[in-house]
């Protein structure tokens, strides 16, 4: 951990993270990963007893009122017992939370975010449908219109915490005739209006955070129950990139640390030869490796929560830090998982050690709330955009001529 980063107060909410994720049973964790536990609802409501659920909620609505940086240390922290612990405090209190907190009026916020804070009531974000998921625009599932109400039809699938949430974020198409931009609408819909949901899913890790596929048949909704305006969708996606992808990444750092933790200890006591098996520079140099690869990460995302924190660092700009360290981050933890079963061997590819159950579930890091490649296509139109904007108001060195023939222009052949 970044402790000199960190300020006495964050440094406390470290600690209780930490505590917190300290306090989970072990035969709590091997429910969830043998699938005898559908959602954490338990480790839910203890977190939300604590107050760690919702950091960055206004103190008004149940929350603490922090910031990014804050939240981020408490994700690495709350992770480290396992991914899915993170996924389903993170959908709860990061991502549903932020649409509330940005979106919701004054009475939905009053509804919806207490119970959430206090770890009463738990909700799920309804984004990715069987069709496809990061083709947001695409989405087939419809609300029509009826009277004052809403007719909501459709399916979501691959939805962490569905089968535990009492209430849904839901993104569906209004307006099938508009632009794609102003063809959806956000609604919060309570499971009591006639939700399905159906836990489906033989998962390769992350058990136990009730991924489900979510069915709506006729659901009506009533329009108090729109979060933010009607066709009005695109800008809550957009500003829930910033919870679902950044605070993914934040969260991998601690599912990955105790691959580190374990390959170390492990390489501390393993002989090999007579000697102690980090005494081999394929060992150890692995094992270094590892801990860079943490420390690179925890330096771009609290470099990148600092710049989302600020308020000064523009919409495309803030977009391509966040893609960016999505992808960097979920990778380069992905890596250190792999290089902790190879120092240990066969024996990491066992149960014996949980370095295997840590791989299985760092996997999906890759692959939801936008997968990697979708974080390059963004980053790549930001950053394209952003090099256009600079080069009209160029005031750097232009290292372009900086070549012995950098003049000879009948080379420079660009057609």
Request: net charge negative.
């Amino acid at each position: 951990m970044f402790d000199f980063l960190m300020d006495e107060a964050t440094l406390k909410l470290r600690d209780e993270a930490r505590a917190m994720a300290a306090s989970i049973d072990r035969q709590y964790l091997l429910d969830m990963d043998a699938d005898k536990i559908k959602y954490p609802k338990e480790f839910m409501q203890e977190c939300g007893r604590r107050n760690l659920i919702g950091l960055r909620v206004p103190q008004e609505y149940g929350g603490r009122g922090l910031d990014w940086r804050a939240d981020c240390v408490a994700a690495e922290e709350i992770c480290v017992p396992g991914y899915i612990f993170g996924c389903a405090w993170g959908v709860t209190g990061d991502v549903v939370a932020e649409a509330l907190v940005h979106f919701g009026n004054d009475e939905q916020k009053k509804r919806y975010l207490p119970p959430l804070t206090k770890g009463e009531k738990f909700a799920a974000e309804c984004l990715t449908e069987p069709r496809g998921g990061s083709d947001f625009f695409g989405s087939t599932t419809i609300a029509t219109r009826d009277g004052d109400d809403f007719i909501l039809n459709g399916q979501k699938r691959f939805i962490v915490g569905g089968e535990g949430a009492d209430f849904f974020l839901v993104y569906a198409k209004t307006d099938p005739n508009a632009p794609s931009s102003r063809s959806m609408t956000c609604f919060v819909v309570d499971r009591e209006m006639g939700v399905e949901t159906k836990y489906l899913y033989g998962l390769m890790g992350c058990r136990g955070g009730g991924t489900a596929r979510v069915v709506f048949k006729d659901v009506r909704v009533p329009k108090e129950n729109v979060i933010g305006e009607v066709n009005g969708a695109g800008k809550v996606f957009n500003q829930m990139m910033i919870p679902e992808r950044l605070g993914t990444a934040a969260m991998t750092i601690g599912a990955a640390r105790p691959a580190l933790e374990i390959a170390t200890n492990y390489s501390n006591k393993r002989k090999a030869f007579g000697t102690q098996i980090k005494n081999f520079q394929g060992v150890s140099f692995k094992v270094s490796d590892m801990a860079l690869k943490l420390d690179a990460c925890r330096s771009m995302i609290y470099t990148t929560a600092s710049a989302v924190d600020s308020g000064a660092v523009k919409g495309g700009r803030q977009r391509r830090m966040v893609s960016q360290s999505k992808k960097f981050v979920t990778e380069q933890c992905w890596e250190v998982a792999n290089l902790a079963m190879q120092v240990m061997g066969g024996i990491g590819y066992t149960d014996i050690f949980p370095v295997e159950k840590i791989l299985r579930d760092l996997r999906l890091s890759m692959i939801w709330v936008g997968s990697n490649e979708i974080m390059s296509l963004i980053s790549q139109h930001e950053w394209y955009r952003e090099f256009e904007e600079e080069r009209h108001n160029w005031n750097k060195r232009d290292s372009e001529s900086d070549a012995l023939n950098a003049f000879v222009e009948e080379e420079k052949i660009y057609e």
